[in-house]
């Protein structure tokens, strides 16, 4: 499917386009406008206030929320008929963690601190989706995020900006693959959003985000632009104020910080209506400004408002806006449509008949199953894991028989495709061994449930407990304020607590919860997030011991809401709690909850353990020219084989502005069987060490460096060097 496109005269084009044609262009609308489209014609509700005339449609530069090949091939043919000059649509939609095989949520992906996997998810997510017609996904979103109550957190990787930046330059990778060009089983990515939507004030969605430059710096941006260095081809713009502007009206932020200093010469989209709600932000007083804010800011593309088409042609002709921005987002748009070949192939992958081939083929679920089992976290066990065959097992709990485990962002996926827990279970242990009732509602009990609940947990010799969120209550305005499980699903525990039997909570649900209520009463505790397509098979994995589990947090389990945000690498204050000489009272602290989240960063158990030993550096001095080596030995203590993530982490003593406590440098896995040891070594080097001074300026001090090798972010030996010049 490589091929090579011929470069097309696009200034020829541009030449031939009248101001509306060109406008047109930067108008992205969704399916139901286009003529082809299964819902096609059907404008209803806000849609039909956007005023948009058959013109538009017919000049528009492309299409959202589109997929399927036979829907995309007959919405491109209607397409090119009647637009004058021949342009293809470019199809754009959101492929988060998979098209219809739905791999687990990024979330969850990051906690499999596999980059190859995750790459490969979205690889697959690609080729799945390029087959259906698409072009560009609205992914990778690398938003760093320290709020639970946010319900984004589940598309993003966590809370650590290096791993994030890992992260975003592995799902570049596995969409675009080497050869956007010529692969037409790839796809275009769109990193967002831009920027540091992550910081919603409250975990409120679409809400203000204050920050410094330094920290914008330091921890929000790193991952977007690590995205671009990889190559991503589109950005899309957050919901969110920075510093006073809205994103989507954020001159700094798009044509000073993205076009000028960082050179990115891609195609800049809006959130979906985004430029409209410059209105509602309070920095425009109607559309036409809205339009004049966004244009002049950098967005290339408005999704789903039409301030562009009704205002940018009045704006020009005023001399308000210069005509040559418009070009210039018009040229980036069709650059983006020659790259992918389209000017040559409008229908690129889109193909019936490789679709029904591909797409939720054998190898792409058994991918999601291998990256699902690695993306489960477990975070307690006191021996009762794994089960054994031979054990009667009482399944109990909401999302006991539930497909609603794909998560948020799954719209080509489709629950009846899942692979539910007790199914999975079945085919390990047979139907006699597994008892499967409800027990109550995800949010309420149902009469009679709690009784028979009991009555079957009464039967075997071990629970297990299928718990969580609804796929609602996370994802796009999806925050909640209380993080716990609903107390239907608490009172289910206290139910069967009494009863005295070995209890296993496997979590569904796309944030980090508080698990009051759980946690304590629970032997066993897997946090399955939202796995995907083949969910309850990766449970059931981990769950008999086929999977030794592996995967590590990546973003803070919180002891309570009240602590929130709550993450690794924090400051330490003037007044640390566990300072030898601390006092009693006037120190950081809560009065009533501990300071540290109940589960940190990096923590995951294994069936087996792993020590840590013989912590040893190359030297003891670094320098800009030489580097230190980290040395230190993993020995599998256990009676099983297991995969161990290796953390590496550094302290800066003494710096120009206060640094964390701790920051994640670098990784590695090892697996090892029983009794093996493995000698792990880092390179740390002096632009490790580099971070936004007070003036901005980004490099390293001398002085004093702990480096610390661990299992997570708390439990990690650390070794002393000094940087010098
Ligand atoms: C709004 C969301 O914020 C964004 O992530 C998504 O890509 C667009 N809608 C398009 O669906």
């Known amino acids: 499917m490589i091929e090579q496109c011929r470069n097309v005269d696009l200034q020829n084009y541009i030449d031939r386009m009248t101001q509306d044609e060109k406008i047109a262009q930067l108008l992205q609308l969704a399916a139901p406008f286009f003529e082809g489209a299964n819902e096609g014609g059907q404008i209803t509700g806000p849609m039909a206030s956007l005023g948009i005339t058959d013109e538009m449609v017919q000049g528009a530069g492309s299409v959202l929320g589109l997929a399927g090949a036979e829907e995309v091939i007959a919405v491109q043919k209607a397409h090119l008929a009647k637009n004058r000059h021949g342009i293809p649509l470019l199809v754009m939609a959101d492929i988060v963690h998979g098209f219809k095989t739905i791999f687990p949520v990024p979330l969850a992906i990051g906690c499999s601190w596999d980059l190859e996997l995750a790459e490969k998810s979205a690889e697959i997510a690609a080729r799945e989706a390029a087959v259906s017609g698409v072009h560009v996904t609205f992914a990778p ?27 975003a330059r592995a799902f570049v990778r596995g969409f675009q693959g080497q050869n956007l060009q010529g692969d037409k089983m790839r796809v275009a990515a769109c990193v967002k959003h831009f920027a540091a939507y992550g910081l919603s004030e409250g975990g409120r969605d679409y809400n203000t985000v204050d920050l410094s430059e330094r920290q914008l710096r330091e921890y929000y941006l790193p991952a977007y632009k690590a995205a671009l260095d990889e190559g991503c081809e589109m950005v899309m713009t957050s919901f969110n104020t920075v510093d006073g502007v809205p994103s989507t009206g954020n001159r700094k932020l798009m044509r000073e910080l993205l076009r000028e200093e960082w050179g990115f010469d891609g195609v800049i989209i809006s959130d979906w209506g985004a430029v409209k709600e410059l209105i509602p932000h309070g920095v425009a007083e109607d559309e036409a400004e809205a339009a004049y804010r966004a244009i002049q800011a950098g967005v290339d593309i408005e999704m789903m408002t039409s301030c562009y088409v ?27 449509k020659m790259k992918l070949g389209l000017f040559d192939e409008p229908l690129r992958g889109a ?18 199953r291998e990256l699902a089992a690695k993306s489960c976290v477990l975070l307690k066990n006191d021996g009762v894991l794994p089960l054994g065959k031979h054990q009667k097992i009482a399944l109990i709990g909401p999302l ?13 996926g489709s629950q009846e495709d899942a692979v539910r827990l007790d199914e999975a279970m079945r085919s ?3 139907s006699s061994r597994l008892i499967v009732t409800q027990g109550c509602g995800l949010e309420s009990s149902i009469e009679g449930q709690m009784e028979r609940a009991v009555a079957a947990a009464r039967e075997a010799d071990v629970i297990v407990l299928a718990l969580g969120e609804d796929s609602e209550w996370s994802g796009e305005a999806g925050c909640r304020s209380d993080i716990r499980l609903p107390q239907a699903q608490l009172d289910l525990i206290s139910w069967l607590k009494p009863l005295g039997k070995p209890m296993v909570a496997v979590l569904f649900n796309g944030r980090p919860l508080d698990l009051h209520g759980v946690f304590g009463e629970t032997n066993a505790v897997l946090e399955a997030w939202y796995p995907g397509s083949e969910g309850g098979a ?57 300071n540290e989240p109940l589960l940190p960063f990096g923590y995951g158990l294994s069936y087996t353990s792993f020590a840590y030993s013989g912590l040893t550096l190359s030297s003891e001095t670094m320098t800009e020219k030489e580097p230190i080596t ?21 302290r800066d003593w003494s710096g120009d502005v ?11 896995k090892v697996f090892l069987q029983p009794g093996e040891k493995a000698e792990v070594a880092f390179t740390l080097c002096e632009k490790q060490l580099r971070y936004h001074h007070a003036n901005l300026q980004y490099k390293s001090d001398t002085g004093r460096f702990t480096v610390f090798v661990g299992t997570n972010s708390r439990d990690a030996a650390g070794a002393e060097f000094r940087l010098e010049k």
Request: with cysteine.
């Open 141 to 167: 979103m690398v938003d760093l995020v320290r709020d639970p109550r946010w319900g984004r957190v589940m598309e993003s990787t966590g809370e650590d900006p290096y791993l994030n930046s890992e992260f």
């Open 538 to 594: 990766a449970v059931s994995d981990i769950l008999f011991g086929e999977v030794n589990p592996s995967g590590k947090l990546t973003m803070s389990i919180p002891y309570s809401v009240g602590q929130i945000p709550v993450y690794y690498n924090h400051f330490n204050t003037g007044r640390p709690k566990d300072a030898p000489d601390a006092q009693v009272r006037y120190v950081s602290q809560y009065l009533d909850i501990p």
């Open 351 to 368: 193909d019936p008949k490789a679709e029904q081939e591909i797409v939720f083929c054998e190898e792409h679920r058994l991918a999601s």
């Open 310 to 336: 009704h205002y940018l042609p009045r704006l020009i002709q005023e001399g308000l806006v210069e005509e040559k921005l418009v070009d210039e987002a018009v040229m980036r748009i069709l650059e983006l």
């Open 400 to 412: 006991a028989s539930s497909g609603d485990i794909l998560g948020p962002w799954s719209w080509s």
């Open 630 to 650: 980290v040395r230190v030995t993993v020995t599998n203590t256990g009676s099983c084989a297991g995969e161990e993530v290796v953390q590496l982490y550094v």
């Open 658 to 668: 206060v640094r964390p406590l701790k920051e994640l440098k670098g990784w590695t």
């Open 428 to 430: 390990y242990v047979g």
